[in-house]
């Protein structure tokens, strides 16, 4: 009787968790460090959790790209897109060879690294909004980007987002930044154009090697999406850097769960 009470809560938690990281991905991102938890909460296996957590948030991407696709640097998909599926399948089948116990130990660090990479991701954005604005104000037209040196750059990255993602977005728009991409426009559109290919090419794979949990996965897309859609509906009347700064104490306070509970 307990066990059940014990399932029933944590699937209770589980749609909850999902219903905030939609809404958290629609606002700022980083929605994964809530809804990841909660997936092995439920008793999905860890790399199984991952696989499934993937494929449940990725449709709020799409509707991102949907959004965002009139912005896109059209001259550097084809460079973003082979990089991003190349690297989306190396990382998710490392992932589905990594044993069970290997990636529970890895969690904690991914966590932390991810809510790390989050965390100073505010200031680097402040950096690319400045140069964004420079760029404006001084109309000069976009720079080439040299295509074979960015996939380079890239391809660890959308490697890395294959594999496990948090943060991985971010990631993206930096090396952007650093190659002279200046339109935070273009700069985001080209961000989801990244993490949403690399995440597909990932979520195919998953599902050719059958280790998606469906009944988990459904239930978390629905209401991951309705929190998607409550976050794009209130997204202006929150403060971004106190949003950042709870997903980030969030982050940082589930890996410590988890360090906690592996040692």
């Not at 998710?92 to 990594?98: C, D, M, P």
Request: with cysteine.
């Amino acid at each position: 009787m307990i066990s059940i009470l014990t399932l029933h809560w944590r699937f209770l938690w589980l749609i909850a968790a999902s219903l905030i990281a939609g809404t958290i991905n629609a606002m700022a991102g980083g929605g994964s460090f809530i809804s990841f938890p909660a997936m092995l909460g439920v008793g999905v296996p860890p790399i199984e959790a991952n696989a499934t957590n993937t494929v449940a948030l990725w449709p709020g991407q799409l509707t991102s790209l949907a959004a965002l696709h009139g912005d896109v640097r059209r001259e550097l998909v084809p460079a973003v897109l082979f990089t991003a599926v190349v690297g989306g399948i190396g990382g998710a089948e490392v992932l589905l060879h990594t044993r069970q116990l290997t990636f529970m130990h890895l969690i904690p660090w991914l966590l932390l690294i991810g809510a790390l990479i989050f965390g100073v991701s505010g200031p680097v954005s402040k950096w690319i909004r400045g140069r964004a604005m420079n760029a404006a104000t001084e109309h000069h037209t976009d720079p080439p980007i040299p295509q074979i040196p960015l996939v380079l750059a890239l391809l660890p990255v959308c490697f890395y987002i294959g594999y496990f993602g948090a943060g991985g977005g971010f990631l993206v728009m930096t090396i952007l930044a650093l190659f002279g991409m200046e339109n935070m426009f273009q700069l985001n559109a080209l961000k989801v154009v990244a993490a949403a290919a690399s995440n597909l090419a990932a979520i195919v794979t998953f599902v050719i090697s059958g280790r998606i949990m469906w009944q988990y996965c459904l239930i978390s897309m629905v209401f991951a999406g309705i929190g998607g859609y409550i976050g794009a509906r209130y997204t202006k009347r929150m403060n971004p850097e106190v949003l950042r700064a709870m997903v980030v104490i969030i982050g940082v306070a589930i890996a410590g769960y988890f360090f906690w509970r592996n040692g």
